[in-house]
């Protein structure tokens, strides 16, 4: 049984903070957010404390591990500050927005002895792991093309996209992850087309784009295809596909049931997929703590480790550079600066 202090309490938190309270393996102990109202209120709804500051957390003798669901700009000084006080961390994606932030962090938590584990929850999908397991054994043959279909419900607030760092950093950089974790080789070229299409004036007033499709090539040839879209009318759309010689697997959408109406109007009518991601990944977000609890009790090696999220938000500096340049950017120019 480990201890958990969860670290912003805003829409991701409050889910995190329920998660590790009706974990088996885990304690909520505390909670803390800026916003004093917020840790209140998530402390009234779990049973834990509300920290009055982070150095109560980080003093706090009873917290093993953080869990940071606080702002991104947040994340990187939180997993140098949870190391340095010998607490294991479990952070939300992105690590930073700056690379070079990211590897001044790399560098300060060097040889400290300490789980960091990135929240890509959907690598722990029950249907996206299975996806990669099947093909990892071989079950398609050689792999050659992934397509990773990757579409939110709505848009977010003007705020959050203002502060999110652009949607290849914020949104892109989960499917960045599973294209790593699906290809099961390095991406070396990106190849990004990206447009606000759904709001124009996300272009002209915050420099951002809503819609974007990324292809990414491994060294051996294999292909990676990404669909974003910030605005789905029919809903959360997540699918995963990967061929190979000898096959096909999918990881499709997923609906709260699977009632199907037949009429004059239409056959086979589904109802709606799950809303979004608190929804659709609730079983991945406790596969992720599940993950995280091992890790920190030492029964298995950390799942989704501080390179990974290191590499994913290198894949969207390369998309980004591919998109102010119109042409497919290879991975060694970015270390050519
Ligand atoms: N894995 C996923 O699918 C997923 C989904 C949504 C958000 N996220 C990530 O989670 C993070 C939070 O996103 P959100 O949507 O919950 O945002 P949010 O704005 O709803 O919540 C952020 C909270 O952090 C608090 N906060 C800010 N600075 C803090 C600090 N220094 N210490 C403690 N608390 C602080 C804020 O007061 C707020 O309550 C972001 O990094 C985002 O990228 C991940």
Same mark, same amino acid.
């Given at each position: 049984?480990?201890?958990?202090?969860?670290?912003?309490?805003? !829409?991701?938190? #409050?889910?995190?903070?329920?998660?590790?309270?009706?974990?088996?393996?885990?304690? &909520?102990?505390?909670?803390?957010?800026?916003?004093?109202?917020?840790?209140?209120?998530?402390?009234?709804?779990?049973?834990?404390?509300?920290?009055?500051?982070?150095?109560?957390?980080?003093?706090?003798? @009873?917290?093993?591990?953080?869990?940071?669901?606080?702002?991104?700009?947040?994340?990187? =000084?939180?997993?140098?500050?949870?190391?340095?006080?010998?607490?294991?961390?479990?952070?939300?994606?992105?690590?930073?927005?700056?690379?070079?932030?990211?590897?001044?962090?790399? /560098?300060?938590?060097?040889?400290?002895?300490?789980?960091?584990?990135? *929240?890509?929850?959907?690598?722990?999908? +029950?249907?996206?792991?299975?996806?990669?397991?099947?093909?990892?054994?071989?079950?398609?043959? =050689? %792999?050659?093309?992934?397509?990773?279909?990757?579409? =939110? +419900?709505?848009?977010?607030?003007?705020?959050?996209?203002?502060?999110?760092? *652009?949607? &290849?950093?914020?949104?892109?950089?989960?499917?960045?992850?599973?294209?790593?974790?699906?290809?099961?080789?390095?991406?070396?070229?990106?190849?990004?087309?990206?447009?606000? %299409?759904?709001?124009?004036? %996300?272009?002209?007033? %915050?420099? @951002?784009?809503?819609?974007?499709?990324?292809?990414? !090539?491994? /060294?051996? *040839?294999?292909?990676?295809?990404?669909?974003?879209?910030?605005?789905?009318?029919? *809903?959360?759309?997540? #699918?995963?596909?990967?061929?190979?010689?000898?096959?096909?697997?999918?990881? =499709?959408?997923?609906?709260?049931?699977?009632?199907?109406?037949?009429?004059?109007?239409?056959?086979?009518?589904?109802?709606?997929?799950?809303?979004?991601?608190?929804? #659709?990944?609730?079983?991945?977000?406790?596969?992720?703590?599940?993950?995280?609890?091992?890790?920190?009790?030492?029964?298995? +090696?950390?799942?989704?480790?501080?390179?990974?999220?290191?590499?994913?938000?290198?894949?969207?500096?390369?998309?980004?550079?591919?998109?102010?340049?119109?042409?497919?950017?290879?991975?060694?120019?970015?270390?050519?600066?």
């Amino acid at each position: 049984m480990i201890s958990i202090a969860v670290i912003g309490c805003g !829409r991701i938190g #409050r889910m995190h903070a329920a998660n590790v309270a009706r974990h088996p393996g885990a304690r &909520l102990t505390a909670v803390y957010d800026v916003v004093e109202a917020s840790s209140k209120s998530v402390a009234e709804e779990t049973g834990a404390r509300a920290a009055a500051s982070l150095e109560e957390v980080l003093d706090a003798g @009873d917290v093993d591990a953080l869990l940071v669901a606080s702002l991104t700009e947040t994340h990187a =000084d939180l997993i140098e500050r949870g190391a340095k006080a010998g607490k294991a961390v479990l952070c939300e994606k992105p690590i930073d927005l700056d690379i070079k932030r990211v590897d001044r962090c790399a /560098e300060a938590i060097q040889g400290l002895d300490v789980p960091i584990q990135i *929240g890509f929850n959907r690598r722990f999908d +029950p249907g996206h792991s299975a996806v990669r397991a099947a093909a990892a054994a071989g079950e398609i043959g =050689d %792999l050659h093309q992934v397509i990773i279909t990757s579409r =939110d +419900p709505g848009m977010p607030s003007r705020d959050y996209i203002a502060h999110a760092g *652009g949607l &290849l950093r914020d949104m892109t950089i989960h499917d960045f992850d599973m294209a790593r974790f699906m290809l099961m080789e390095e991406p070396v070229e990106v190849f990004a087309v990206a447009e606000a %299409l759904i709001d124009p004036e %996300l272009g002209r007033e %915050l420099d @951002d784009v809503d819609t974007a499709m990324i292809v990414l !090539r491994t /060294e051996s *040839g294999k292909m990676c295809c990404i669909n974003n879209s910030r605005t789905s009318v029919y *809903g959360y759309d997540q #699918r995963v596909e990967l061929m190979g010689t000898h096959g096909m697997l999918i990881s =499709d959408n997923r609906r709260p049931h699977e009632l199907r109406r037949s009429s004059g109007e239409g056959a086979d009518v589904g109802v709606p997929y799950l809303n979004f991601f608190v929804e #659709r990944y609730a079983e991945a977000f406790m596969n992720e703590l599940s993950a995280f609890v091992d890790a920190v009790e030492g029964r298995a +090696p950390v799942a989704v480790g501080f390179e990974d999220g290191r590499k994913a938000l290198i894949l969207a500096e390369a998309a980004y550079r591919s998109l102010a340049s119109g042409r497919a950017v290879n991975l060694s120019e970015l270390a050519e600066g």
